[in-house]
């Protein structure tokens, strides 16, 4: 187990920390209402400019983006804030790629593992740790 103590990033708060971003239970829960909020804000306002999402919802332009990564935001055609692939540029409404580039490096993903599992009694353990990305040029 790996717990530890900590401040909450939000409200300084020592809590038990787990996993992911140092914020306590409390602040999360809070975060997850703000969520819904802005998802039916967004859902309500379709024309909604980023500024006037972060306005009239009280929220951080930061925060919005991490729902927008975290494919938990999506944006509608109408939308003023146009997302683009991080790999290819292509239009898209959530998250970081499109759906092709995900297809692609899902796809890059398992034949890794399949190359990988098959042979060798000469693996290091040092394998595998490290997470190594692989960009092609085409
Ligand atoms: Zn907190
Ligand atoms: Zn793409």
New binding site residues.
Partial sequence: MNTSIKNCRKCGKMFNYMMGPPICPACREKIEQKFQEVKDYVREHKAASMEQITGDCGVERKQVEQWVREERLVFSDASPIKLY??????Y?TTGR??E???KDTANNFSEAGRREGGSGSSADPGKGAGMKMHTFKG
């Fill in positions: 692939c991080e790999k290819c540029g292509a898209i790629f499109c092709k580039c995900k």
